[in-house]
């Protein structure tokens, strides 16, 4: 059974661009959520979706936002970069089934100059 | 608001030794608290996880212990061996969302 597959792995953008990454979780899974992971922060949870729904949202700002499709696929969409949004975002899904575990996939380094 | 206290930020043991890691969560409708370690350069892998209606769980070297009252949650490995050497997380989450609250990580160092 594939993993959780992030893609890009690497991306290395400008301040002002936009980005956009992709997760595609376990087969059969229908919920995913993504975090953002920095040395200074830890792990920040950024949304969570069901069922193409966003069930919960952390504190970013509304630069960040994000959508699943009907086949459970989730992108996450990160618009007028800024330097501190350097960072590993990961992505994990899960059952759907509360409090299970959730699957990491190997996250997307994004890196703004 | 939400949040997870975790204690210490790191930790150095000899092979052999047992290591503790404590959490404090704010949460109280918070019920399920998974631990999950990540290695240099490597994703977030769940190691153990318990729910409030447990105050322990055990699976070979690891445990994890949870005082709902106190809000506290502890990880124990004993006998840790290098390759325990890694970020350990803990986290809270409420019965009705996959959303996970995390700790701040423990580099954990375990020295043959």
């Known amino acids: 059974k594939a993993g959780v597959t992030q893609t890009p792995r690497y991306l290395i953008k400008t301040r002002g661009q936009q980005v956009t990454l992709s997760c595609s979780p376990i087969?059969?899974?229908?919920?995913v959520s993504w975090y953002q992971q920095t040395p200074g922060q830890g792990l920040q949870f950024l949304f969570e979706y069901f069922s193409e729904t966003q069930r919960n949202k952390g504190n970013f700002p509304g630069r960040f936002s994000g959508r699943q499709f009907s086949n459970s696929r989730s992108e996450m969409n990160v618009s007028t970069l800024e330097l501190g949004d350097s960072a590993l975002y990961l992505c994990a899904s899960s059952t759907g089934t509360m409090n299970t575990e959730a699957f990491f996939g190997q996250g997307t380094r994004l890196t703004v100059v | 608001g939400e949040n997870v206290e975790q204690h210490p930020s790191t930790l150095s043991v000899q092979e052999g030794d047992s290591a503790v890691i404590k959490c404090t969560y704010s949460?109280?409708?918070?019920?399920?608290f998974p631990w999950y370690k990540q290695e240099l350069g490597k994703r977030p892998q769940l190691i153990i996880d318990i729910r409030s209606n447990v105050g322990e769980k055990k699976d070979q070297r690891i445990a994890v212990t949870l005082n709902k009252t106190a809000k506290h949650f502890s990880l124990h490995i004993t006998e840790t061996q290098p390759e325990d050497s890694a970020v350990y997380f803990c986290a809270a989450s409420r019965w009705n969302t996959d959303k996970l609250i995390f700790g701040t990580g423990t580099r954990l160092q375990v020295f043959p």
């Open positions: 087969s059969g899974h229908r919920s």
């Open positions: 949460d109280s409708a918070s019920n399920y």
